[in-house]
């Protein structure tokens, strides 16, 4: 057995051994029903995914340095709340990590109208204004994937850093930035290199890294091949620049094994309402499972190199690696597609609906995630999908009722509040139990006042109100008594 994968079954092992005895320590976080992380008891319940909604075109990959090959686009949330979207432009299908390869930027200030830049920072096919970044990079436009360093008292030269390179290239260079336009490298040579990464073949993705608040340490989460099959390792550094040996991950499902699909891209960040919870809205690739015919193909005018394969989003979750369930580990809950390709042919090729990097808020009760979609075609474009806060999954329960328990857990707060969901006839109540499971007088589910509506942040009362500061610091369950209604998330706060 390799190395590597002996690794990642000893990880895995250890990271479902916590018994449902051990309170876990959420304070006041905001905690998703994206996993079942927190959860004992479903009855009547159950984890239920959401789609997306789709918005439209977000942009044309139009201009003459992007075009069809565009792709691999990082969406970062700047300072002042404006969104900036880096992708890669290129025009012409040829090797990865050539000199047509360019990393090109748009933004926005709602996350819906999106106009790209005239910079004038590197000279394309002749123009000196345009919206490139970086260009003639060795391979690091191939996959450049930039975010906002906001690391306590990191220096003001170093606000914005990417990775970025190709196994070709000899590993992903580290690079930094003061406003995330201008770029240089924060060393000559690759930082994690193809000598530190045991596996045949590595990096020719979307290599991802951001500093993670939960952690107090740089994380990174890149590709790779085992057994012929793309895969993803994660490493950590304290300065961006030593990283540690990867650690390859594996996937749990509640239900069942959760099968080891192609991943082409991982795309995890921290959820930015829940910084400890890593969301990754992957890109599961189908090689060789063809959808179009030669005419088809013909017809929407894709590179004829580009629609023997089909690929969707997916959607998991994971967890900073503290010990506990799921450390070092993708929850696989939702095995279905999170995105699935658009009515047509022009989303059934090869390498298209690969979603970008970073779900961003674009309302006051709405969040987005964007997709690459029409690869290898005329019409390449990024695409806007919309959900609620919170939305990507739910505690779902239907008209007949039902109820949810958690597992022992200590928070910190005064009062509860609630994301949730409710038909006229449905409704929720919550109530306490200690960590025996026994009713705790005056927050029982008998003391619960029924909650009904549709709301983003509903504070939860009982028969004496809502204060529930004299249980913050013990071990207690919550009893989620429901019908007809979701629950997306919960919160308790001062």
């Known amino acids: 057995m390799k190395r590597s ?12 051994t916590a018994t449902a005895s051990d309170p876990i320590q959420i ?32 942009f044309e990959f139009d201009k003459p340095w992007e075009g069809l090959f565009s792709g691999y686009a990082t969406i970062v949330t700047l300072e002042d709340g404006r969104l900036r979207a880096y992708y890669r432009g290129k025009a012409v299908a040829n090797r990865d990590g050539s000199d047509e390869e360019i990393t090109c930027v748009a933004e926005s200030a709602d996350g819906r109208t999106w106009t790209k830049p005239e910079l004038d920072i590197h000279e394309v096919m002749g123009a000196a204004k345009n919206n490139v970044v970086l260009a003639q990079t060795e391979t690091a436009a191939h996959n450049f994937s930039p975010f906002r360093d906001e690391r306590p008292g990191v220096p003001d030269d170093e606000k914005f850093k990417a990775f970025g390179g190709t196994m070709e290239g000899g590993g992903l260079l580290a690079w930094k930035s003061p406003d995330g336009l201008r770029w240089q490298k924060m060393a000559d040579k690759p930082v994690i290199t193809k000598e530190m990464v045991p596996y045949k073949y590595m990096f020719d993705s979307q290599n991802v890294a951001f500093w993670s608040p939960a952690e107090g340490k740089y994380v990174a989460y890149y590709r790779v091949f085992e057994d012929n099959i793309r895969r993803i390792v994660r490493s950590e550094s304290g300065d961006f620049l030593t990283w540690s040996p990867p650690v390859l991950l594996g996937y749990r499902n509640p239900d069942m094994e959760a099968p080891i699909e192609h991943l082409y891209t991982n795309q995890t960040h921290p959820y930015f309402r829940a910084p400890h919870l890593y969301v990754a809205v992957a890109a599961r690739f189908m090689p060789g499972r063809q959808v179009l015919n030669e005419e088809q193909a ?14 969707d989003a997916i959607f998991m979750t994971t967890r900073p690696v503290e010990g506990g369930e799921n450390a070092a580990n993708y929850d696989r809950t939702f095995l279905e597609g999170f995105i699935r390709g658009g009515i047509g042919a022009r989303n059934w090729v090869s390498r298209t609906n690969y979603p970008a990097l970073n779900v ?30 919170d939305g990507f999954s739910s505690l779902h329960c239907g008209y007949a009722g039902g109820h949810a328990i958690t597992k022992p857990l200590v928070f910190a707060g005064r009062e ?9 006839a449905g409704g929720v109540k919550v109530g306490f139990e200690d960590a025996d499971g026994q009713p705790i007088p005056g927050f029982s589910i008998e003391d619960a006042v029924m909650q009904i509506g549709n709301e983003l942040d509903r504070k939860v009362t009982w028969k004496s109100g809502s204060d529930v500061s004299s249980l913050a610091g013990k071990a207690v369950r919550l009893r989620f008594s429901m019908k007809d209604a979701d629950i997306y998330s919960f919160q308790f706060t001062e």
């Open 5 to 16: 994968r002996l690794l990642a079954l000893v990880l895995t092992s250890a990271a479902f």
């Open 27 to 58: 304070g006041g976080r905001r905690e998703l029903f994206a996993d079942r992380f927190l959860l004992d008891q479903l009855n009547g319940t159950r984890l239920q995914m959401h789609a997306p909604r789709d918005e439209g075109i977000a």
């Open 416 to 424: 509860l509040s609630l994301n949730f969901a409710t038909s006229a």
């Open 360 to 389: 961003v808020p674009t309302g006051p009760e709405e969040m987005s995630v964007y997709v690459n979609q029409d690869y290898a075609q005329p019409t390449a474009h990024l695409r806007r999908y919309s959900l609620r806060l």
């Open 298 to 311: 013909k017809a929407i005018n894709v590179n004829p190199g580009y629609f023997k394969d089909t690929s």
